[in-house]
């Protein structure tokens, strides 16, 4: 949450309370977000793979990257999908490129609540963001040590 990064890319399930991991610190400081993305959820139904783009006062973008389904009555969602990760960052790819976004931070997508193999995680990573010409910083938790930079 620390980052001056112009955008924060996290992993969400479709129809996702949002609260767990990164999700719950973006839910606390981004009341609105939420709600906007319920409303979005809601009129398009949208499937694992997709990302949903939303932009705060402060010009900080929010990157929600759908890595799995949620139940829309429960709210409770499923495991990330692997496939779906996978085209999440493709999605970030095409967005990053025509949003012309000049830096991104993120967690290691899927990897904590969601229980994916980092080692399987990064190899998508680099296949499908490894050309970006920009910063994007990869976040662990401050416990384990601070942010690495990846890429640049």
């Given at each position: ?13 479709s129809h996702d309370p949002m609260n767990q ?70 999605a970030l790819n095409k967005l990053v490129v ?39 910083f990869i976040c662990i938790p401050s416990e ?9």
């Open positions: 949450m620390l980052t001056r990064a112009e955008a924060i890319a996290h992993g969400v399930a991991g990164m999700a719950r610190k973006l839910r606390e400081r981004f009341p609105a977000m939420v709600e906007a993305y319920k409303q979005w959820c809601q009129q398009t139904n949208p499937q694992p793979g997709e990302i949903w783009l939303w932009g705060d006062p402060d010009k900080l973008l929010i990157i929600n990257m759908i890595t799995h389904e949620g139940d829309a009555e429960d709210g409770r969602p499923g495991r990330p999908q692997k496939i779906a990760v996978n085209r999440t960052f493709r025509d949003e012309r976004i000049k830096s991104v931070s993120m967690p290691k997508i899927g990897t904590g609540v969601g229980g994916l193999d980092w080692h399987e995680v990064r190899g998508m990573m680099d296949s499908q963001l490894g050309e970006l010409l920009i910063p994007l384990h040590m601070g942010p690495i930079r990846l890429k640049s």
